[in-house]
């Protein structure tokens, strides 16, 4: 059983950056592709970013290409998601989430998330205009 925590979610100003942390739990870290999405109210869930096991791939939705950074740290079975340049469209609740699928991970196997196991809680984002 994998379990992920979220943190670092808050209220910021168009304009403003966030740093989102997840820290994962149960089995060894470096196996899992871990991925963000998240959730506006009404909306459904969206893939934000992915790095695939042992870092071989990172993978960006369009909307937060050249804002957005995903890294991880192994040591600490973390990822992070630096967010810069933040918009009030990017208001929504970040989720993070490990697929224990191994093997060539393409954006289109990283971008859905019917291929995750497990998901964390979710932490809440607010970007005010």
């Known amino acids: 059983q994998v379990q992920l925590v979220e943190s670092g979610g808050g209220l910021v100003q168009a304009g403003g950056s966030l740093r989102l942390s997840c820290a994962a739990s149960?089995?060894?870290?470096?196996?899992?592709?871990m991925g963000w999405f998240r959730q506006a109210p009404g909306k459904e869930r969206e893939f934000v970013a992915a790095n695939s096991w042992r870092a071989a791939n990172t993978y960006y939705a369009d909307s937060v290409k050249g804002r957005f950074t995903i890294s991880r740290d192994n040591a600490a079975n973390t990822v992070s998601l630096q967010m810069n340049n933040l918009k009030p469209e990017d208001t929504a609740v970040y989720l993070c989430a490990a697929t224990l699928l191994v093997g060539r991970i393409t954006f289109e196997i990283a971008s859905q998330t019917a291929n995750y196991h497990y998901w964390g809680q979710g932490t809440q984002v607010t970007v005010s205009s």
């Open positions: 149960g089995r060894t870290f470096t196996t899992y592709t």
